[in-house]
């Protein structure tokens, strides 16, 4: 985050990953799904989004889903700038492999090993159950349909259930100043 975030305070024309990771890991989002998401998709009323195209594994093709969003990803929802040309802007108008370039990238640059964007994924979903979410509750924030896709992104064993981790996350004040970014 720390490299990110100094990224963008030195030049704001750079890409707001810390926005886009921080988005990751509360929401359960793919990068793609990341990028693609638009201010229509987002129904403030009932706090829902529509994941368009979201991977489906048994097929080439993927499925729009209508999934959860989580108190922590609507917060990031709420840095970004709304006033774009049109409703239906893309709330994240970066290119998804280029977000996954960087975020490669500046693992290698910062020494870190075995760590992939969808990691992010994996921890939100780890969270959500680890702070006593079902299911069913935690597959409509990850649009997963089964248990056994969704089986695989939870380790209890080793985790203190009931704890939320980030309930004092020390990243958000930094994530929240730099991000006023130009509308």
Not at 94 to 118: P, Q, S
Not at 145 to 154: D, H, I, N, Q
Not at 162 to 170: F, R, V
């Amino acid at each position: 985050m720390e490299y990110f975030i100094d990224q963008s305070a030195t030049d704001p024309r750079m890409i707001l990953i810390h926005l886009i990771i921080t988005y990751a890991m509360f929401s359960a989002r793919r990068q793609a799904e990341v990028c693609r998401i638009t201010w229509q998709d987002f129904d403030d009323r009932t706090n829902r989004q529509m994941v368009r195209n979201m991977k489906n594994p048994s097929k080439k093709k993927g499925r729009d889903v209508r999934c959860e969003v989580t108190t922590e990803a609507r917060r990031v929802l709420e840095i970004m700038p709304k006033s774009r040309s049109g409703n239906s802007e893309i709330i994240f108008p970066f290119n998804a492999d280029t977000v996954g370039r960087r975020f490669t990238d500046a693992c290698k640059t910062l020494g870190i090993e075995d760590l992939h964007f969808h990691n992010l994924r994996h921890e939100a979903a780890h969270r959500l159950f680890e702070l006593g979410r079902t299911i069913p509750q935690v597959a409509s924030i990850t649009g997963h349909r089964s248990w056994k896709s969704l089986a695989r992104y939870t380790h209890m064993e080793n985790s203190e259930y009931g704890l939320d981790k980030c309930a004092d996350w020390s990243w958000w004040e930094r994530v929240e100043n730099i991000s006023k970014v130009e509308t």
